[in-house]
């Protein structure tokens, strides 16, 4: 009887395709992840893994394998997610990690309903820039990630929202470009800027704003911390709408015209066996999603 241990370590492997990066994420040395893959093919009588010298490719037994123990710890993770909210009962910790979108508001509606029915449940958030939410999310340090732009790998599962976050320059109120309404692509070039730092990490669609021909003068991580340089004249700053409030201000926020937009999606790793609590709020999450999508219809 294979034990349910030794599933959990195999769909880890099949999801990092690397012995290294999954003994990482299951917080166990290599030499015995290494072993137990070996163990587990000795038990089945069958290669599980075609071994290259930097990616394991799962062979076609390995595939079946793999689509079976998902099927088997899920089943498990549904049973014991029945016996843990009997009453309404559930307790732990949600992990959330996210760039800076007003998207978050969503999230959080969302807890405040769940919280009223399992107020043992903590939520917890990491807020940084898509890179660094993957990689938490690769180190199980991170159970759902909310990330912007077009952040796609076959280890992950993702759900597109509804909603889109659009780009615009934030600036002084005393600039000239602050009389428009919108601000042009070209106009762009005109201004020293301040950008987002994960622009240059290929994840958004400004790498295709011809940033070479710009006047940058600094990049930032948060936009909070970016405002205060772009009230000191340093320069004006590209980012997300709805992320600064310029009330009392010496600041404005226009939009870019034709629209700069991103996708915002939810990304969880495939094959993850969630606590009772993360699927549970996961699940409202995706049921959310879906209607208000189609309620827009």
């Not at 899920?74 to 992990?95: C, K, P, R, V």
């Amino acid at each position: 009887m294979i034990e349910t241990r030794l599933l959990t370590y195999f769909l880890a492997v099949a999801r990092e395709q690397n012995i290294t990066k999954a003994a990482e994420t299951l917080h166990i040395t290599q030499s015995t992840l290494s072993k137990q893959m070996m163990d587990l093919e000795f038990q089945l009588g069958k290669s599980l893994f075609i071994r290259g010298k930097r990616k394991l490719t799962l062979t076609e037994e390995g595939l079946f394998l793999r689509n079976k123990a998902q099927d088997i710890l899920e089943l498990i993770d549904n049973t014991e997610a029945a016996f843990h909210s009997q009453g309404s009962h559930l307790s732990g910790d949600i992990t959330i990690g996210c760039g800076e979108t007003s998207a978050m508001s969503m999230i959080a509606d969302e807890y405040a309903h769940f919280h009223q029915h399992y107020p043992d449940v903590r939520l917890h958030t990491y807020s940084g820039a898509a890179d660094l939410v993957m990689e938490r999310l690769d180190k199980g340090l991170v159970d759902i990630g909310l990330l912007l732009g077009p952040v796609r790998q076959e280890k992950y599962d993702y759900l597109t929202l509804k909603q889109r976050d659009t780009y615009g320059l934030l600036m002084r109120d005393d600039c000239e470009l602050a009389e428009q309404r919108f601000i042009q692509v070209e106009q762009l070039k005109e201004l020293p800027l301040i950008i987002a730092e994960q622009t240059f990490s290929g994840h958004q669609i400004l790498e295709g704003m011809g940033l070479d021909s710009m006047q940058i003068v600094g990049t930032y991580n948060l936009i909070y911390n970016a405002m205060f340089f772009v009230e000191k004249g340093i320069g004006a700053a590209l980012c997300l709408d709805h992320l600064v409030n310029t009330e009392g201000r010496p600041l404005v926020f226009r939009p870019i015209t034709p629209e700069l937009s991103v996708d915002l999606t939810l990304v969880t790793k495939k094959y993850q066996t969630f606590s009772p609590a993360v699927k549970v709020f996961l699940e409202r999450l995706k049921i959310r999603i879906q209607r208000t999508a189609e309620s827009d219809e």
